[in-house]
């Protein structure tokens, strides 16, 4: 029961003061502009439009921004503008084949056509903290070299010609389901599974991700390929006639390859994970690539090993800001239940002493049992 | 041993590229293309680019705002593993416009973000293309902004190619 | 592709206007039987009306289906001016449609027809909008119910055949059934499934 708070209206709107004054900071230091975090903070402005579930460099910076950093508040923040804009409709699927690619690497396939294009990646620093990045130095243009025209056709077309790997899923309706429209019913479809996946949490998909590695759920994965980069977003306009190019969105993509020893369902091949996430976000795409396979464990009527393989337990949670809406719920008010806890604890505790005194051994026993 | 290897993938798999789709590649710049072309162009280009084809257009038509510019949302889908059933992946901003000129032709934009003066303008530029005395104006703003375009993303594969692993076999002494 | 007719005739403030409707149809729905001005209409294409017109585009979007009678179904230009100015999906099946526009009442054949909701989710039921010649004037109605003093006359021109026999079947359908919003002379008036409908 939640009882209505008086006399804090003063108080809120000075810590509301006090909060502008904390995100400002010292006044004699230059305000940081939006800009500034879209261009030299564009990983964690991905990651607020990923999960935020909003694809808007300028939106997700203002609410890092306004969130003083915290990437959970400033995802809060962008779900919430979200519900202030009309849906204008859905786009024609994305087409990751066609994408003007950044980075592409595959770990199966060491000389595949199109190359490993190792991109902007961390993969090979040395994890040395670099003070000389703090001085605002002159930093180089990217080197440049001749692009040649070779296709980088998906690791998975070239491995499903031999017939050895699961094709991509193929849905048993037209409907696509839509997690923002009606609430989850389970079991769930693939379609609704990877849409909770793609807005997840990316520290919870990584812990669940890393736990199917280590024996809670019996997978042997590899990345088939990882691809990041820009792909055109159309949509069907009535009014026109035909679809229009509406301008590009950078994704990345990860197709996990796990081997798989038949069942009475299936014969022996390659079964496969995917992870699709809007910006530069490779570790949660393979998080969400590793999750989307294991919870695909009734479908290759696979034993349940591990809890990543439970479809109530991993999409009930990933959201972080449902999870966080009932967390930080505990601080509101919640006098009058723990009054009666309190009754209820002080009448236990007279009971119990009452119990002490009267028998000390009796008690004692009964205690211990 | 290595080259044996890579020899046998390059066989199965060059069956398998027929049928493939081709990396995206430049359209040459000469060519304007059709509405639907010259709408996707300027859905691409920055609203500052827009903004200058204006300001430099000759006979700026007369103009009513139809409908917007209005910023709504579109939901992105994927496909499952990547050619499979579509998944919702999550929305992006829009901004669409559609305007009237003064001479009748109606014009839309729609482009992602939330530029309300470059959707306006699109819209206008759209309109002009259906007039024939504007039509070759408009290509021309068109050609330019496909060729700013053309060169942003050459620039890109090219750092992108310069970070392409060269594999090379050793060759051993003993040959 | 849409010609001219389709792209005319919105509101002439999309909020403002639309904030204005939406508080006069929530005021009908929350006091049945009373009148409410709904003011400045938009100029749709015939036959749908003005008033009719404004209700689509202040509760109408991309996620609500709408059905149209057959008065409205036979003009492709309603149709595509719909789907301009609200982006609303067009459905035939009326047990699919979230909303059904109605510009000739005597044509509704049942109510059964439409969406009635399911008991968990009641409200996944079809609200009807129609168009009537006027407000009052016709045959009287007694109303009480939730929203209603004690009763209350409420005389609209609505030509639904049997009507009165077919809300005592809607209401015993509660909590599932259809509502009932009539628009006409510039005012909208609302019968929620929860009033009582008697003939005076």
Known sequence: MYVAVKGGEAAIANAHRLLADRRRGDRSVPALRLDQIIEQLGLAVDRAMGEGSLYDRELAALAILQARGDLIEAIFLVRAYRTTLPRFGYSTPIDTGKMLIERRISATFKDLPGGQLLGPTFDYTHRLLDPTIAEAAEVEAGERRDADEEPAPRVTDLLAGEGLIEPDGIADSDEVGDLTRSPLEFPLDRDLRLQALARGDEGFLLGLAYSTQRGYARSHPFVGEIRIGEVEVELDIPELGFAVSLGRIKVTECQMVNQFKGSAKAPPQFTRGYGLVFGQAERKAMSMALCDRALRAREFGEDLAGIAQDEEFVISHLDNVQSTGFVEHLKLPHYVDFQAELDLVRRMRGEYEAAQAADPEASLQEAAE | ?175 | MADSAAIEGGFADLVLDGQRVFRATMDALANPGTVNRLGALPQPPAPLTPELAALALTLCDHDSPVWLDATLAASGVVADWLRFQTGAPIVADPAEAMFALVADAAGLQRIEAFAMGTDQYPDRSTTLIVAVAGLAGGATLMLRGPGVEDEIAFAPQLAIAAFVAQWGDNRAKFPRGIDLILVGDGAVAGLPRTTRIEEA
């Open chain 2, 1 to 175: 041993m290595a080259r044996g290897l890579s020899c046998r993938f390059h066989e199965t798999t060059l069956a398998a590229t027929d049928k493939i789709e081709t990396q995206m590649t430049e359209p040459r710049v000469e060519d304007a293309g059709g509405r639907q072309a010259i709408i996707a162009a300027l859905a691409a280009a920055a609203g500052a680019d827009i903004a200058r084809a204006w300001a430099a257009w000759d006979g700026k038509p007369e103009f009513a705002t139809v409908r917007g510019p209005e910023t709504g949302l579109v939901m992105v889908r994927g496909r499952a593993g990547g050619g499979g059933a579509p998944f919702n992946v999550g929305e992006t901003t829009v901004t669409r416009a559609t305007v009237r000129l003064s001479t009748g032709e109606i014009g839309h934009s729609y482009a992602l973000g939330r530029d309300a003066d470059k959707a306006r303008l699109a819209a206008v530029f759209d309109a002009l293309w259906q007039r024939p005395a504007d039509r070759a104006g408009v290509e021309s703003v068109v050609i330019g902004l496909k060729a700013a375009a053309s060169e942003a993303n050459r620039q890109k594969r090219e750092e992108t190619a310069a970070t392409r692993v060269n594999f090379f076999t050793m060759v051993r002494g003993d040959d």
